[in-house]
């Protein structure tokens, strides 16, 4: 049986297990492959996952080790070397491991339906992980300036400490790609002036457990347009596996 997974810190969040497990059932796939979650403490214990699971032909990747991945990979697809995060991996029947980003198939599908042909000059992406970095490099496709946001200036353009009345009006187009409000910590969100938002504004949030995050209500209760991760998560699961049966 072939076997594929996902690689993160903690994974009581995913949906990606029962993702894929319906979808092997629904296809008549149960005997050829199987879907496992690997929590790893830390990057290097995928070196030990990959030499003790033969039968693993891929796996996804999500935080915090869409970047760290990288240096225990043979290749990168141009996408994924562009954007320096990689979520998804195939191992080759050589042995090579070659890493994707599928993320920016789902990031495109649900800007898509978010925004449409709105012209949205500039965004603020909310975190600066390896998924803010997929959004970043869509957002670039599509013509539209970004401001990386932090808790350090190190690590982003600006802090939530710099994002003032005018800031979040000259960005009507808000992204939360950091794990902020995830589950179990749905009582949290971002730390923006949610009263300075409009109706104009459009709320992305990369999370997609729960589908309702408090990032998306409040932005709501000021009359945003807003969306989850959910869509998100279903594209760049298919595009993962139309990588691993290529």
């Known amino acids: 049986m072939k076997q594929l997974g996902l690689i993160g810190r903690t994974l009581g969040h995913s949906f990606s297990a029962k993702y894929f497990g ?20 830390e990057i290097e214990d995928v070196e ?8 693993l032909i891929g796996f996804n990747v999500t935080i915090p080790y869409k970047q760290q991945v990288i240096p225990y990979l043979d290749e990168l ?23 994707y980003n599928t ?7 649900t800007l898509d339906g978010l925004v ?4 949205i000059e500039s965004a603020l992406v909310l975190g600066s992980g390896g998924a803010s970095q997929a959004v970043r490099y869509v957002l670039e496709e599509r013509g539209i ?43 949290e969100c971002p730390n923006l002036p949610y009263q300075q938002l409009t109706p104009q504004h459009r709320l992305f949030d990369l999370v997609y457990n ?5 990032f998306m209500q409040r932005g709501n209760a000021q009359g945003a347009r807003v969306v ?19």
């Open 145 to 187: 300036k970004s401001l990386i946001v932090s808790r350090n200036i190190v690590s982003g353009d600006i802090t939530y400490d710099d994002l003032s009345a005018e800031v979040i009006a000259a960005n009507k187009l808000i992204i939360n790609a950091s794990p902020v409000g995830m589950y179990p910590r749905v009582e």
């Open 103 to 109: 993320d920016v198939d789902g990031i495109r599908l």
């Open 48 to 55: 030990k996952l990959i030499s003790t699971t033969p039968s």
């Open 228 to 246: 989850s991760g959910l869509d998100m998560l279903y594209a760049q699961a298919e595009s993962a596996w139309r990588i691993w049966n290529m």
């Open 22 to 41: 319906e979808k092997f059932e629904c296809e008549s796939l149960t005997q050829e492959f199987s879907y496992k979650l690997y929590e790893l403490a």
């Open 210 to 214: 729960p589908q309702v995050t408090l």
């Open 77 to 99: 697809s141009d996408e994924a070397s562009r954007i320096g995060a990689v979520n998804c991996v195939k191992i080759l029947a050589d042995g090579r491991r070659v890493g």
């Open 116 to 119: 449409g042909d709105e012209e």
